[in-house]
DNA sequence: CGCGAGCTTGATGCCGATCAATGCATGTGG
DNA sequence: CCACATGCATTGATCGGCATCAAGCTCGCG
């Protein structure tokens, strides 16, 4: 960053084929070659502090994002105030999709802690995808897997009551955690409560109780957003419901 | 299809280019060469009866289906038996989207009437798209629509109440017949109160009263599954939560 | 130190689930 | 043609889970 100046400040050079999340990012699965060409197409990272937009509701679709450090949270509202968490984001997860259909966006992108994102120029994507049928593939895997993503998350918000709600995203937390080396059983809330609720359609004291009852029933440790899992298989078990 | 008998009776030859659904269907906005080649990719129809399902999770994945007539439903299921339905398809909507990330389907596809599909085999579609960048960015539009709608589903879900879903629901579903040459006022469901609700995170039961309920308000008029919309700008009202 | 954002916990009420009975349309076989 | 079965829809009575309202509490920070 010293040693390159540029124009923005906040953009400078990246490269895929170096990245320590090509596993588990749009990479995953790319020969050499493609990779050497996916860093010409990832040219930029940007800085994204807490609190602050990464996109807007509405905002022109140029780009996609994947996530190289930090947490996002991406939410949509209606025209009367209403809105709704539809996921957080971590390492190596793309950003903007919903982009796509109307060259627009729309969802806002929040960063939730300080973060940075590499830039991904939509266009540029489509070209190269066009020359390495293994780039579109997995590019199209990736929108797929957010439509299967989001289809659990109807599962979830269609058929399951608070408990097994929040069981099922502590389980998809630690889970994702998991694959970036984090421990399975510690993890830090990077979220409010009101934003764990409003992505689970739950108001925030109800969060707050079912923490505080899973305390109780010993499957959990919960110190405000440090969380200690004691007893997965149990957590698990509620989800699948296993007490009915 | 009595001058063309073919190896599979239910496969016979179809053409997007003659289509009277490729203005609501994947051809959407090609130009004429790329339809020609569209026509060698959507080669054969395939025949749904109804109650029939066109694929299953866990199916192997290797084409996409544009619904020609008829309706459908999907719906995903957790181990444990719930169910929820994640969506309802008409003529000119693509079913199978699911099955790109993992080779796999994740949902069931059922058809709601006897209803006939084009077959899109997904490696030519993936080969065709690489020559046509207009076929390329409208299959990616209409993934990226797929995410957009399920994100609408989940706001729904998470902060909707009964009657609010089920005038979005209504809404929703006279406007995509409105746009297929359909009347915005009048309807027959092709679905069981049953699959609403599990659709809109409700009980059969609260569907019922409900369409119970907007008959006595006015907006409706409900016969069984013959529904007549009588006050539209009133339902749309219920939607945006003007009441509040 | 004191403020404020976020979290916890309690009391109460309501929306929608649940349980149960009846109604209505379609189809089948005697 | 009617009796009966079956699947779906309606309606009522009751119950429970979560929302709502309302205090306090905790912790980080100016």
New binding site residues.
Partial sequence: MTEMPSVKPEAFKVACSSCNLRELCLPVGLARADLDKLDTLVATRRTVSRGDTLFRSGDIFQSLYAVRTGFFKTCVSSEDGRDQVTGFQMAGELLGLDGISNDRHSCDAVALEDSQVCVIPYDQLEDLSREFTDLQHQFHKIMSREIVRDHGVMLLLGSM???ERLAAFLLNLTQRLQARGFSASSLILRM???EIGSYL?????????T??KFQDDGLLE?K??HIRILDQPGLQLLVNGAAC
Same sequence: chains 1, 2.
Wanted: net charge positive; hydrophobic share 30%.
């Fill in positions: 009551r608070a408990e409010t409560r009101e359609g739950l108001k925030l004291e109800t969060v707050s109780r923490f505080s919960v405000q957003r």
